[in-house]
């Protein structure tokens, strides 16, 4: 389980490429090494990935075809920086929401409004995935946890201050990006059921 709140950015060292597979190696913050043991879950922009090697404060990390397929994480070059959150541990305060680390979907940076104290980014996401988008609702862009401001059939805002832009990796972003989106667990499984029961009563 993650909060939604990123801890830090890490820096890709070494990716390792195969055949529907896929191994990188991070420069993981020193804040964040502390007590990080072999198969412990880290998110990476979102996506929950499990520690396979430790080198110090070089971590690793294997990819299977799936997630390659469907997240941002198969695009990653040397040297790009990835949102990173070590998973919640009982006790800890929930300042995001509740997310899994499973990643629904990407969407694509289609405008970014940029001001003195804050930037607004738009995104459009495939058109089968907005019945998850509601004004206010709560969504996991590349693992932060944010609020959605405004709503146009697939296209969707987020409303970024200058504490996220500094603290992670989304005000790099450029338009046409790829970035992951976590949709909220509640919100996605409410629509499935309430589509569910409308279903079998047309049925």
Known sequence: MFTGIIQGTAKVLKIERKKAFQQHTIEMPESLLTEIQLGASIAHNGCCLTVTKIDGNQVSFDLMQETLRITNLGQLKEGALINIERAA??????????????ILCMAEVSEIIASENNCKIWFELPKQQEKYLFYKGYIGIDGISLTIGEVDNNRFSINLIPETLNRTNIGSRQLGDKINIEIDPQTQAIVETVERVLQQKVN
């Open 89 to 102: 541990r009982f006790g800890d305060e929930i300042g995001g929401h509740v997310m899994s680390g499973h």
